[in-house]
């Protein structure tokens, strides 16, 4: 959402990509706001990082989480979001 409104686009615009009414996007927006310590879309452009949107095509996979805290990592697990091709039945 944030970056559609980098991107320009309106809350009525945002809400029609996204489907939801442009109040709840002028409210989401305001939360963003809020956390990244700014005022306005303006200020989008330095406080978002460059680059891709994250699960479009192009974009680098999300990092792989560590173990859940509390549950050992037996030292074997795998992050199939790393993978180039997610693992596939051998056949």
Known sequence: ???????????????????????TAQYHL?????KLGI????????????GPEPGRPGSPPPPCPGPAPG?????QS???LAEANPA???G
């Open 1 to 23: 959402m944030a970056r559609l409104a980098r991107d320009g686009l309106s809350n009525p615009e945002i809400g029609a990509r996204l489907f939801i009414s442009p109040r």
């Open 30 to 34: 305001s939360n963003v706001f809020t």
């Open 39 to 50: 005022s306005s879309r303006s200020q989008l452009d330095r406080a978002l990082p460059a």
């Open 71 to 75: 549950r050992p990592d037996p030292g």
């Open 78 to 80: 795998r992050c199939p």
């Open 88 to 90: 596939q039945p051998a």
